[in-house]
């Protein structure tokens, strides 16, 4: 346990304020595989100005650039910062869930043909490019519409919309603040996977442990899911290091001081705080609009090889900073939430979900490691009232690119997964090695802790028939 650190009850930990800390940070965890390295970078996000309440960390955290991956923390609108480390660098890396309308024999009888169609229209790695050109125009009508743009494209159905989060368009961005190198990047990236973490999965709900909300999700025992994890691409990682940069050059003064650099930020509602949010705000609609179009790729091939439709379950994003109020000692405050691999998880009745989940909560997708079990979860009341309406996003690494690269064999990886029956498809063998289960924690205990401490609730678990990485 690191040092400072009180144990407050089961899997809650606390570091009490001190030093330059302005509050506590609350770490949701088991500690059997924690990073004592990301652990002091929550303790210096508690330094930073205008920190409302606490800043937390999920149990799947571990060390990214200036906050940590697993990292939750909001900050006063008025006095408070945004952060581009407290983002990242992938803006609105995220998880789509579909599932197939039809029987499961016929995917699984046809699931090679399925993996190659995909493989085939979904283009995966480093820097690849798609078939799909815009135009600079219809570019930026995108990357102000999100979702909501390439469906009216003819990319999806309007129905869709209603099961991404915030609709799949967010607000407050202005192409203005999107440098040229960042639209250079960006233009023929639509419709990507990309490499690293991204990936797209096959899988079957194995179980079902709220057949009620599993209901109104449309999801059964039995069912065909399919996971699509990917951001936006490298259109936001320019983004983000445009103002980093922007950050480092004109607030000097600001940001002199900090515990560490990689906690570049900008004051809110300073016209550098506000450019980076308009412009974040662009990816993330990228994002969510790339997310789209890699599943109207993945309804052609279904429809070409198994003649079955393929709905659209629910999108979350979890690398993004968003605007919401909270009841904070009894007064409403508006915050500007920073969530670093952290999933919303907002409850019953909450006015910014749609009807449909008004009556259980938002769906919530935590995936695991290659060739391991997925989770569909709901948000809970308990996330709003604690952790600024967060949970953890996925299983959380435990051994760098670098190390995995080092220690794991690609053959032996590739070997278990067909053992365990699971097809595999990837863009190098290196991507296999740096992705393989052993370099990450365990989903199910992950799960177990966000579902015992009550900030989201288990739904359904999805085991993995096939896998497309890049």
């Known amino acids: 346990m690191p040092r400072g650190a009180e144990k407050e009850g089961k899997y809650v930990y606390r570091v009490k304020k001190h030093g330059e800390m302005k509050t506590d940070a ?3 965890s088991d500690w059997e595989t924690i990073d004592e390295e990301a652990i002091e970078q929550i303790i210096n996000v508690a330094t930073l100005p205008g920190i409302v309440k606490e800043a937390y960390a999920m149990p799947d955290i571990h060390w990214g650039y200036g906050f940590p991956i697993g990292g939750v923390a909001a900050f006063d609108v008025e006095d408070g910062i945004i952060s581009p480390g407290g983002v990242g660098f992938d803006i609105n890396c995220g998880v789509r869930m579909l599932i ?3 029987p499961a024999e016929i995917v699984k009888a046809r699931l090679e043909e399925l993996i190659k169609r995909i493989y085939e229209l979904v283009p995966v790695g480093v820097g690849e490019t798609g078939d799909l050109k815009f135009s600079k125009k219809d570019f930026k009508r995108i990357v102000i519409g999100g979702a ?3 469906v009216e494209m003819g990319y999806g159905l309007p129905e869709d919309l209603e099961r991404i989060e915030d609709y799949g368009s967010i607000e407050h961005c202005d192409f203005k603040d999107v440098s040229d190198e960042a639209y250079d990047r960006g233009k023929d990236e639509l419709g990507t996977l990309g490499a690293g973490n991204h990936f797209i999965e096959i899988q079957e709900v194995a179980e079902v442990y709220e057949p009620e909300v599993a209901r109104v999700f449309g999801v059964f025992p039995g069912s065909i899911t399919i996971l699509i994890h990917t951001g936006s691409r490298g259109f936001g990682h320019q983004i983000a290091t445009d103002y980093i940069k922007y950050m480092r050059d004109e607030l ?5 001081g900090l515990p560490d650099k990689q906690l570049i930020n900008a004051p809110f509602k300073h016209s550098l705080g506000q450019a980076y949010y308009s412009a974040m705000n662009c990816a993330a609609n990228y994002a969510f609009a790339n997310r789209q179009i890699i599943t109207y790729m993945i309804r052609k091939a279904f429809k070409a090889v198994c003649g079955l439709n393929v709905k659209l379950v629910y999108d979350v994003a979890h690398n993004i900073a968003k605007v919401e109020e909270y009841q904070i000692n009894s007064e409403t405050v508006k915050v500007i939430v920073h969530r670093k691999g952290a ?13 449909l ?9 935590i995936p695991g490691s290659m060739g391991t079990a ?18 953890a996003h996925g299983a959380g690494r435990t051994l760098g690119r670098r190390e995995a690269t080092r220690e794991l064999s690609a053959d032996k990886i590739i070997n278990e997964l067909k053992r365990k029956g699971v097809k595999l498809m990837a863009k190098s063998k290196k991507g296999i090695v740096e992705e393989a289960p052993e370099a990450y924690k365990n989903v199910d205990k992950v799960v ?3 579902d015992e401490l009550g900030i989201s609730l288990k739904v359904a678990k999805c085991v993995p028939l096939g896998v497309i990485k890049g």
């Open 26 to 28: 609350v770490i949701l």
């Open 100 to 102: 197939v309308d039809g």
């Open 148 to 150: 909501r743009t390439v």
């Open 252 to 256: 000097k003064e600001h940001n002199k």
């Open 343 to 355: 999933t919303r998880a907002f409850g019953p009745g909450n006015p910014k979900l749609p009807a």
């Open 357 to 365: 989940f008004r009556t259980t909560g938002q769906p919530v997708i």
């Open 374 to 391: 997925s989770y569909l979860l709901v948000g809970t009341k308990k996330a709003e009232e604690w952790t600024f309406g967060s949970t």
């Open 448 to 450: 177990q802790i966000v």
